[in-house]
């Protein structure tokens, strides 16, 4: 007699025991098709010696392309919209995040170049419409998301969600300069690249308000505070040189202005593009800017962002300038765990320490229950593990044990599904959010790749 099939409380049917059928989308529904990446599918299962894993890395590692591009001209250059899965619209962040582990590719793959290439003209064109928005909508004349609307804002056609985010600064020169390293290509750094570069440093000085609180207010009418800005503006801040975020990457109101992982980012970012703008661009007055810049972010990271605790210090999450301090993590990146990552920790001793206050109970938003550990955040709410944390602690690890136990969580946390979710209840994985992710889907299939090709023994059952 067949298995008769299990359901989660979400209503996914879960596959039989030794029964792993492809969850991607037809190959003729698929958004996008690459053949190096179906190579690297290949390459990459056949060093995965649990077939279960396997088929997870098989439906997530291409879900992007497969799910949420929709490529396109304009101008007579490739023009590329990444959505965010379910949510009809592309974040600056997400859709550098989700094309981000394809960048290794892209010299076996032309297509799959232009593809990306086209993100980051697109991403220009978003920056030149607004650099206080997160969030455009694919149909740039396409009226905003709905829950948008009413925002007591300066909304711009083609704004989905107009809330001010230091990462959705960084993200695009993260890309940018990682497509760069990759290709050698430098088509499109153009006249329009420039100028959106020139607009991000212009709104990152805006943002040390050092002249008043610069020209962004934001609110709205919801339920939920984190939402919102206090008086439209949020917590005072003292100008000290670090760079204010009133949202952070989970689209959250901040506590504090000063968010120390993004401002760890700008570092990164800047000095990234301190180097494109001397070696691409040959304007080293730009890259000058973006150096001083950096340097005094850097500096002020030093001076107000790191706390004394009895376990020696750590990096604050996020800080006033006053002397006020947010000890803390959140599962999305750029967040504290993730410095590493996102080649922002300067200091491995504070980085290791601050690790170990995050994964543990000194975090507030940990969550260790019966069925996994790990961080989440105010976006979802208490008891809600997100995969993206697991996937950023693996990927930060250098230990084979955390790396193990998290890709066995994380496997676990599909719920039969086959593909990672925003988050999951710490005592039942079949109570999961959002079921069509793609940054984390993506991310997923990042982690086993890294894993496969140097330590596949890891990936055992």
Request: proline content about 7%; hydrophobic content about 40%.
């Amino acid at each position: 007699m067949a298995a008769r099939p299990a359901w989660s409380a979400m209503g996914a049917m879960l596959p039989a025991a030794g029964s792993y059928p492809s969850k991607r989308p037809s190959q003729a529904d698929r958004k996008f098709s690459s053949p190096a990446v179906e190579a690297f599918l290949d390459r990459v299962s056949a060093r995965i010696p649990d077939p279960e894993l396997a088929w997870i890395f098989r439906n997530c590692y291409p879900n992007t392309l497969d799910t949420t591009v929709q490529p396109g001209t304009f101008e007579g250059k490739p023009d590329t919209a990444v959505l965010t899965g379910d949510i009809a619209a592309m974040w600056l962040r997400d859709s550098s995040a989700q094309v981000w582990p394809y960048l290794p590719l892209l010299k076996e793959d032309t297509r799959l170049r232009a593809l990306i290439e086209g993100v980051i003209r697109r991403q220009a064109r978003c920056l030149l419409i607004d650099t206080y928005a997160n969030a455009f909508m694919a149909d740039l004349n396409a009226p905003p998301l709905e829950w948008s609307v009413k925002d007591r804002t300066e909304m711009k056609q083609g704004v989905g969600e107009r809330k001010y985010e230091l990462d959705s600064l960084c993200y695009p020169i993260r890309l940018a300069h990682g497509y760069w390293r990759a290709t050698g290509d430098t088509s499109p750094f153009d006249t329009r690249w420039k100028k959106a570069m020139l607009a991000v440093l212009n709104t990152m000085r805006v943002q040390q308000r050092k002249h008043g609180d610069g020209p962004y207010r934001f609110q709205r009418n919801a339920e939920n505070p984190t939402d919102t800005l206090i008086n439209g503006i949020g917590s005072p801040g003292n100008p000290v040189g670090l760079i204010a975020s009133c949202f952070r990457p989970s689209d959250d109101a901040c506590l504090l202005p000063f968010l120390v992982p993004s401002n760890l980012f700008a570092v990164t970012s800047l000095q990234q593009l301190a180097k494109m703008a001397n070696d691409i661009l040959f304007d080293a007055a730009m890259a000058n800017q973006a150096t001083a810049l950096a340097n005094e972010v850097s500096a002020a990271l030093k001076e107000h962002a790191i706390v004394d605790t009895p376990q020696g210090t750590v990096w604050a999450y996020e800080v006033d300038g006053f002397g006020g301090q947010v000890l803390m993590d959140d599962a999305n990146v750029p967040s504290l765990l993730g410095l590493p990552y996102i080649e922002s920790s300067p200091d491995v001793s504070l980085y290791l320490r601050t690790r170990s206050m995050l994964w543990s109970e000194r975090n507030p938003w940990f969550f260790r229950g019966s069925a996994g550990e790990g961080i989440g955040g105010p976006h979802v709410g208490r008891d809600s593990v997100w995969p993206m944390s697991q996937i950023i602690y693996a990927l930060t690890s250098n230990s084979d044990d955390e790396i193990r136990q998290a890709v066995q969580r994380l496997k676990a946390s599909t719920a039969g599904t086959g593909f990672m979710h925003e988050s999951y209840n710490k005592d039942d994985v079949t109570r999961f959010t959002r079921s069509w992710f793609a940054w984390a889907n993506t991310l997923f299939g990042e982690l086993v790749a890294k894993v496969a090709m140097s330590k596949p023994e890891l990936l055992q059952r």
